[in-house]
Structures are given as structure tokens and as C-alpha cells.
């Protein structure tokens, strides 16, 4: 089945650094979306993508859609203390509804100040 | 804030007991979708309903059911509980259940089996 595979599973950066995140699949994904999710809350979208080669930020984020449609990145630079959380990529599954998301396992960030 | 309610916030309960979970979606928004989050298995979805209706179904067990009543709030039903259902249970809605409806998850409900 379609499955999501999110690398590194953890990061430890220094406040200032900048951050680079990915996400594969062997299945082919109509649209990537960026969550983030802080401790004892839900999931929240960081940014969509529909378009294969689709560059979109949001501040300090920006995240590409691959030309292959397998594969997306999350770009955060100069990182802060709030940016501490877990990132998750999602795409809905194919034959599904837009929400029947498949979520990769994550992405740790720890902050240093 | 997301707009999304879930109560409980935290549910401890005993093997094979029966809980409901609450969520209520953000004003407007006719889809409702319920996902479990685990160590070992991650963000995975259950199920969707769209405007009382069930949409899809995901990975959701025989022994869980969910509803979506007419005021669009719905319940997610856990019955014979098993210890390996500890998990968080996340409720989320949308506009529609189509292409570029972004989904807005609530805090989520914390379930303990004993």
C-alpha cells in the first residue's frame, strides 16, 4: 500500500540554523501537505501543494512539490525555539477522499537557543 | 485555536469497557473525520462523514463505530476495549471532503486502556 517515508526522524539544530526535511513514497502523490503538531495538541497545515514542481512558503517555511510527484522537502530557515514540534508530511490516498490522509511517521525537531 | 472541539480531553478506562468520543467540527464545515495516533503506528485515518453520512472508511476496527448527527457534530464509539487501543484519537473537519479542503484537527482525546 501507499506508504510515506519522512527523513531524518529527528533533528538537534542550534537557534539560527536552517533546517531541510523530506518526504518519499514509490506511489505517486496528487497533492503534499506539511503539518506540525506541539506537544498535546493536533495537527496543524503548514502548507499544501497540488502541483508537481510547486514551490510555496509561508514565512520561514517553504516546502517543494517533486517532479516525480514522489517526493516533497520542508525548508525552515533560521530556525526559532517555537519552531520545536514534530512536521508531518500527509497525501490523500489514491481512490480516496481528499481527507483519507496518509501521514508519514514525522519528523522530531529539537531547538537549541 | 482550530475551531475543532474534542471532549474528552483525557478517558481512562478499564479492558473491555465502551468510551465516546466527541467532536465537534468547525462552524460550517460538513465533513467530519476521526484519525488515531499511536507510537508504533502513527497518524492513521478511521473514518470520514460528510454531512451525516458516512464517506470512507479507513483502518477502522469492527468494534468502533462513529456517527455524525444532524447538528454535524459526531461520536466515535470504542467498545470491548483492548489495551492496545491507548492511543489519541483526533477528530478533524473540513468544508467538503474534495480537493483543497485543508483539514483542521482539534486538541484531540487521550485514551488510557487498563
Known amino acids: 500500500g501507499q506508504q510515506l517515508n519522512q527523513s531524518p526522524q529527528s533533528m538537534f539544530i542550534q537557534e539560527g540554523e536552517d533546517v531541510s526535511m523530506n518526504c518519499t513514497s514509490s506511489?505517486?502523490?496528487?497533492?503534499w501537505l506539511w503539518y506540525k503538531q506541539d506537544p498535546g495538541e493536533g495537527p496543524v497545515l503548514l502548507i499544501a501543494l497540488y502541483k508537481a514542481g510547486e514551490l510555496t512558503s509561508n514565512g520561514r517555511l517553504t516546502a517543494q512539490f517533486g517532479i516525480t510527484r514522489k517526493d516533497s522537502f520542508l525548508n525552515i530557515s533560521a530556525s526559532i525555539p517555537s519552531d520545536v514540534g514534530i512536521y508531518f508530511c500527509a497525501g490523500p490516498v489514491i481512490g480516496g477522499s481528499q481527507g483519507n490522509l496518509i501521514f508519514g511517521k514525522g519528523t522530531k525537531l529539537s531547538v537549541k537557543p | 485555536d482550530s475551531g475543532v472541539t474534542q471532549t474528552p480531553k483525557h478517558l481512562i478506562t478499564a479492558t473491555g469497557q465502551r468510551v465516546t468520543l466527541r467532536c465537534s467540527p468547525r462552524?460550517?464545515?460538513?465533513?467530519v473525520y476521526w484519525y488515531q495516533q499511536s507510537l508504533d503506528q502513527g497518524l492513521q485515518f478511521l473514518i470520514q462523514?460528510?454531512?451525516?453520512?458516512?464517506?470512507a472508511k479507513g483502518n477502522i476496527l469492527e468494534r468502533f463505530s462513529a456517527q455524525q448527527f444532524p447538528d454535524l457534530h459526531s461520536e466515535l464509539n470504542l467498545s470491548s476495549l483492548e489495551l492496545g487501543d491507548s492511543a489519541l484519537y483526533f477528530c478533524a473537519s473540513s468544508p467538503g471532503g474534495g480537493p483543497g479542503s485543508p483539514l483542521h484537527f482539534g486538541n484531540g482525546t487521550r485514551l488510557t486502556v487498563t
Open positions: 506511489s505517486i502523490f496528487n497533492t
Open positions: 462523514y460528510y454531512n451525516g453520512e458516512e464517506r
Open positions: 462552524s460550517g464545515d460538513l465533513s
